[in-house]
């Protein structure tokens, strides 16, 4: 059973930074793409950022571009997303999962809430 755990969330102010985490256990990590999602309150749930197995090709929401970036480690079966510029509508809920459509069971994600 695959296992998510985001981590690293937290209240910050407009312009500030954080650096999420999400550690997977119970899978093969490395050959999956994977992604960061988020899901503001009444909203769906959103792609973010995605990146590639081979750490190749990432991919971000126009809404993020430029000031979120994400990154993996194999080794240690880890995602990140770090946020820089953070702004008020950037306020989430934000979970990682396979960046592809055979998703996993979701996590019980990482709140960030942007507020001055």
């Known amino acids: 059973q695959v296992q998510l755990v985001e981590s690293g969330g937290g209240l910050v102010q407009p312009g500030g930074s954080l650096r999420l985490s999400c550690a997977v256990s119970?899978?093969?990590?490395?050959?999956?793409?994977m992604a960061w999602y988020r899901q503001a309150p009444g909203k769906e749930r959103e792609l973010v950022a995605r990146?590639?197995?081979?750490?190749?090709?990432?991919n971000y929401a126009d809404s993020v571009k430029g000031r979120f970036t994400i990154s993996r480690d194999n080794a240690r079966n880890t995602v990140y997303l770090q946020m820089n510029s953070l702004k008020p509508e950037d306020t989430a809920v934000y979970y990682c999962?396979?960046?592809?459509?055979?998703?996993?069971?979701w996590g019980q994600g990482t709140q960030v809430t942007v507020s001055s």
């Open positions: 990146i590639t197995s081979g750490i190749t090709t990432t």
């Open positions: 119970g899978g093969i990590f490395s050959i999956r793409h």
């Open positions: 999962n396979d960046g592809g459509s055979n998703l996993w069971p």
